[in-house]
């Protein structure tokens, strides 16, 4: 970020009882611009975390006939080969969609709707479903389709021209899909608020630019002045420098009422690695922030069985 200091990361990213060690670092390790692929973590904890949350907001979303529109800021690809290239070389996926893609009608996967409905969504797009482990993972935008209805509308965004182009490729033909080569931030000026005036707004960064964060919030505040009904959920990891802290004590002192924090770890906190991810929802539609209290807590032990934990809290309430 241009003229942020070391010191000024420090203050504003960090936790406070991680600032020492992070005094001790080499100077050489400070936050940079980090080179981002989707397809080494497709599928893993933190996708599979984040895609049932959207299949839960999306099946709130559709008990009412209005039709809705989905926008993905930041889509991706349409869907990613998990036993070849980036994905097969990072193996995160394993411990993603390989725990339970096992589920096959067992607990809890046959008590929790969403999850059943998710999977069901994932293996259709496996040419082979009956296999021990899957070979296809589907991107946001690829699940939130199956999950849409035919008076729905998907507003899709990608920058980077490979990915934009399988995604095209992936949405040809389909006439309630608009796929476009462009910034997802400045997008959502363009095309909020929807004529529709129901819907629901996934920002997913890659978190690879260092004011990340800061277009992130500058950017969740300004659609919702737009559109004030709008449901919008935006992705953020947690790791070490994690910028969680700062985004919430953001939205604390913005004004905004009704968000909701989902947040799923598959480990303490430590120095190197994601350790989980979260989620802001700001307007949760009906019984939602129910649904993932209920459920969370048993996805995260399914994730990781000794360590697994889940948070689902009001950060903001009505
Ligand atoms: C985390 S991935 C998206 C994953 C996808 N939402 C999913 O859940 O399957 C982030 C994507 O955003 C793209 N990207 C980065 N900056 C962007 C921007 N300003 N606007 C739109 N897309 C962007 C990257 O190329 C990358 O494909």
Same mark, same amino acid.
């Given at each position: 970020?241009?003229?942020?200091?070391?010191?000024?990361? /420090?203050?504003? &990213?960090?936790?406070?009882?991680?600032?020492?060690?992070?005094?001790?670092?080499?100077?050489?390790?400070?936050?940079?611009?980090?080179?981002?692929?989707?397809?080494?973590?497709? =599928?893993?904890?933190?996708?599979?975390?984040?895609?049932?949350?959207? /299949?839960?907001?999306?099946?709130?979303?559709?008990?009412?006939?209005?039709?809705?529109?989905?926008?993905?800021?930041?889509? =991706?690809?349409?869907?990613?080969?998990?036993?070849? =290239?980036?994905?097969? +070389?990072?193996? #995160?996926?394993?411990?993603?969609?390989?725990?339970?893609?096992?589920?096959?009608?067992?607990? %809890?996967?046959?008590?929790?709707?969403?999850?059943?409905?998710?999977? !069901?969504?994932?293996?259709?797009?496996?040419?082979?479903?009956?296999?021990?482990?899957?070979?296809?993972?589907?991107?946001?935008? !690829?699940?939130?389709?199956?999950?849409?209805?035919?008076?729905?509308?998907?507003?899709?965004?990608?920058?980077?021209?490979?990915?934009? !182009?399988?995604? +095209?490729?992936? *949405?040809?033909?389909?006439?309630?899909?608009?796929?476009?080569?462009?910034?997802?931030? #400045?997008?959502?000026?363009? *095309?909020?608020? %929807?004529?529709?005036?129901? $819907?629901?707004?996934?920002?997913? %960064?890659? *978190? #690879?630019? /260092?004011?990340?964060?800061?277009?992130?919030?500058?950017?969740?505040?300004?659609?919702?002045?737009?559109?004030?009904?709008?449901? *919008?959920?935006?992705?953020?990891?947690?790791?070490?420098?994690?910028?969680?802290?700062?985004?919430?004590?953001? @939205?604390?002192?913005? $004004?905004?009422?009704?968000?909701?924090?989902?947040? @799923?770890?598959?480990?303490?906190?430590?120095?190197?690695?994601?350790?989980?991810? $979260? &989620?802001?929802?700001?307007?949760?539609?009906? $019984?939602?922030?129910?649904?993932?209290?209920?459920?969370?807590? /048993?996805?995260?032990?399914?994730?990781?069985? +000794?360590? =697994?934990?889940? !948070?689902?809290?009001?950060?903001?309430?009505?």
């Amino acid at each position: 970020m241009t003229g942020t200091t070391r010191e000024d990361y /420090t203050r504003r &990213m960090l936790p406070r009882h991680h600032k020492s060690a992070y005094n001790r670092l080499p100077s050489y390790d400070i936050p940079e611009p980090m080179n981002y692929r989707h397809a080494y973590h497709a =599928g893993n904890f933190a996708d599979v975390t984040k895609h049932l949350i959207l /299949t839960a907001l999306l099946a709130a979303l559709s008990r009412k006939d209005k039709p809705m529109v989905y926008m993905d800021t930041h889509a =991706g690809r349409y869907s990613y080969k998990l036993q070849e =290239g980036a994905a097969a +070389k990072a193996s #995160e996926w394993r411990d993603g969609i390989g725990r339970l893609w096992a589920a096959k009608g067992s607990t %809890p996967a046959n008590e929790w709707p969403e999850l059943t409905r998710y999977l !069901q969504a994932v293996r259709e797009i496996n040419p082979e479903p009956a296999r021990d482990l899957p070979t296809d993972y589907p991107g946001s935008s !690829q699940l939130a389709r199956a999950l849409l209805r035919p008076t729905d509308r998907l507003i899709l965004c990608e920058t980077e021209a490979e990915e934009y !182009q399988h995604l +095209k490729m992936g *949405f040809a033909n389909d006439p309630q899909t608009a796929v476009h080569q462009r910034d997802g931030y #400045e997008a959502l000026k363009a *095309f909020l608020p %929807p004529a529709e005036r129901r $819907g629901l707004v996934l920002i997913d %960064p890659p *978190f #690879e630019e /260092t004011n990340e964060t800061d277009r992130l919030l500058a950017s969740l505040l300004a659609s919702h002045e737009r559109w004030p009904t709008g449901v *919008f959920a935006a992705w953020y990891p947690l790791a070490y420098r994690t910028p969680a802290n700062s985004l919430h004590r953001s @939205l604390i002192n913005s $004004g905004l009422r009704r968000i909701l924090k989902v947040e @799923l770890t598959t480990g303490p906190e430590r120095l190197y690695g994601l350790y989980g991810s $979260g &989620m802001i929802i700001i307007n949760p539609p009906w $019984g939602v922030a129910e649904t993932l209290t209920k459920w969370l807590p /048993t996805l995260a032990t399914r994730l990781a069985p +000794k360590e =697994g934990r889940a !948070q689902v809290a009001w950060l903001v309430p009505e």
